[in-house]
T-cell receptor, first 120, second 113 residues
């Protein structure tokens, strides 16, 4: 299947600092990527849809100024957690759709390995 | 609304026994259904999908799922569970309105040696 790389896998930062997480599609181009947050009780929460060359679409309740998303190329989307606080500690996962495989029609997603953010 | 339900929080099964993880769906139109597996501190891995065709879909790691239109179900199955199958399993359905995937809450599977 298509490969999505996410970096870093783990990051620890001090409260008030900003953290950037990268999501790359390694062997395909992704006009659309998705960012999820996973809470301790397993559920996945879709945070935003990242669109190449345009503004991200945020889900209701997600602060766009807090979670900055940039999708500058067809293979890279970044999520920046600005002025991080302990409550932002979580597991963040990105995913992408490979349009060339027909996944665009079926909706199939390929996921990165996730990034564990711990804010002290 | 397009949605899936995974009624059980956790499924415990003895190694070597059959494993079933339940999923029911609610969609308008034809369902595109998916199963993903997540190992600890990892992203989700694709297991299998149903788009059209045979109701029995075979996927990775010996898993299969049966699409049942009358019962609106898409249960994941494996004939003989391994300890390494212990993980979190997500069922998902394509939301036709925006082509996104709507995920279930996830099922923790514990395979007991």
């Amino acid at each position: 299947g298509a490969v999505v790389s996410q970096h870093p896998s783990r990051v620890i930062c001090k409260s008030g600092t900003s953290v950037k997480i990268e999501c790359r599609s390694l062997d395909f181009q992704a006009t659309t990527m998705f960012w999820y947050r996973q809470f301790p009780k397993k559920s996945l929460m879709l945070m935003a849809t990242s669109n190449e060359g345009s503004k991200a679409t945020y889900e209701q309740g997600v602060e766009k100024d807090k979670f900055l998303i940039n999708h500058a190329s067809l293979t890279l989307s970044t999520l920046t957690v600005t002025s991080a606080h302990p409550e932002d500690s979580s597991f963040y996962i990105c995913s992408a759709r490979d349009q060339s495989r027909g996944a665009g029609a079926t909706g199939e997603l390929f996921f990165g390995e996730g990034s564990r953010l711990t804010v002290l | 609304a397009q949605s899936v339900a995974q009624p059980e929080d956790q499924v415990n099964v003895a190694e070597g026994n059959p494993l079933t993880v339940k999923c029911t769906y609610s969609v308008s139109g034809n369902p595109y259904l998916f199963w993903y597996v997540q190992y600890p501190n990892r992203g989700l891995q694709f297991l299998l999908k149903y788009i059209t065709g045979d109701n029995l879909v075979k996927g990775s790691y010996g898993f299969e799922a049966e699409f049942n239109k009358s019962q609106t179900s898409f249960h994941l199955k494996k004939p003989s569970a391994l300890v390494s199958d212990s993980a979190l399993y997500f069922c998902a359905v394509r939301d036709i309105r925006n082509n996104r995937l709507a995920f279930g809450k996830g099922n923790q599977v514990v395979v007991i040696p």
